[in-house]
């Protein structure tokens, strides 16, 4: 949303009106609801996920909530890319990860932009017909 703020120079007296921008504010934490919905699976998979991966160590408040940082989203990303999209089990995509995990996440960084080059490329051919 586009605000405009207003403000006088104090040497010329001049009034000035100037577009402002709200900054976007990210947020740090995110709870294990907003994770579950973001890649479309139960909280209890988020959970089952933690437990059996070594890399997914959400911080937790004092009443025991999981927050998870945009580290441990990169991280669940990544899982359920082997998982959903390679097909790995829970097992292969551990060692995968142990293994390798410079090369897995180039890989699936290199899978994320080839996604968003396609989609591009799909909404311009929708835009031409």
Known sequence: MLFHQTWVNRT??????????KPKIEKVFYSIGEV????????????????????????????????????DIENIKLIDHLVKERGLTLKGAKQKL?????DTLDTHELVDRLKSIRQLLVDIK????
């Open 12 to 21: 010329t007296k001049r009034v000035k009106t100037v577009p402002y921008k």
């Open 36 to 71: 579950a919905e973001m890649f479309d699976v139960n909280t209890s998979k988020i959970r089952y996920w933690e437990n059996e991966f070594t890399i997914l160590k959400p911080k937790k408040n004092k009443k025991g909530n999981r927050l998870f940082t945009k580290e």
């Open 98 to 102: 142990k293994d390798n995990k410079e």
């Open 126 to 129: 929708d835009k031409m017909d």
